[in-house]
């Protein structure tokens, strides 16, 4: 257990819906990172935040937002569901000091999103 | 050009013996880090070792040591002794020093055990 959770662990929804996943990163960690992984395109990196602001953006989509809140708890929105939007989304967590290489990201268990 | 490239799509190894898997890297950086994640079927991404640029020996961790060959700049896995729970898929990460902290991952080695 990597102290990392995401809830739901399933999501089933239908294209054009909007759905909401949440993360809870491990207890004293500042920095929280989603991903997404699809069959096809591996481990993509969505967007980072660190204690509340948001600190770095990967292949987020426009229909896509997160953000984190003062209790450090992070949620993904995805809105404008498609089928290609149909994957594992991950969080990750860690330390998030700028700089420090050895800071490790430990992830959730992931929420598995199926878009029908 | 890609920050992590792992070559090797897919690896058999016979139970009880060792295995390595293939992790290059780019970066200009002096000070990074390096990691292995371990993801079984089951889906979760469990962390597995950490080499520093500086670190002067190999690390290991149980059964996992990383081969850091820095002038060749690669940081393999190895894992000794194989089991069959080691079957899974296997991502190779780095993160640069310098500010913003960005973690880039590579597309994973599929690793199979073998009875």
């Known amino acids: 257990d990597s102290g990392v959770t995401q809830t739901p662990k399933h999501l089933i929804t239908a294209t054009g819906q909007r759905v909401t996943l949440r993360c809870s990163p491990r207890?004293?960690?500042?920095?929280v990172y989603w991903y997404q992984q699809s069959l096809d395109q591996g481990l993509q990196f969505l967007i980072q935040y660190y204690n509340g602001e948001e600190r770095a953006k990967g292949n987020i989509l426009e229909r896509f937002s997160a953000q984190q809140f003062p209790d450090l708890h992070s949620e993904l929105n995805l809105s404008s569901l498609e089928l290609g939007d149909s994957a594992l989304y991950f969080c990750a967590s860690s330390v998030g000091t700028s700089g420090r290489v050895a800071d490790t990201q430990y992830f959730g268990p992931g929420t598995r999103l199926t878009v029908l | 050009a890609q920050k992590i490239t792992q070559t090797q799509p897919g690896m058999f190894v016979q139970e009880k013996e060792a295995v390595t898997l293939d992790c290059t890297y780019d970066t200009s950086d002096q000070s990074y880090g390096l990691f292995w994640y371990k993801q079984p079927s089951s889906g979760e991404m469990i962390f597995l070792i950490y080499?520093?640029?500086?670190?002067?020996q190999n690390a290991t961790e149980g059964r996992y040591s990383l081969n850091f060959q820095k002038a060749r700049k690669s940081a393999n896995l190895v894992i000794s002794a194989s089991q069959l729970g080691d079957s899974a898929m296997y991502f190779c990460a780095m993160r640069e020093g310098r500010a913003g902290n960005q973690f880039y991952f590579g597309t994973g080695t599929s690793l199979t055990v073998i009875p």
């Open positions: 207890s004293g960690d500042l920095s």
């Open positions: 080499q520093g640029s500086y670190d002067e």
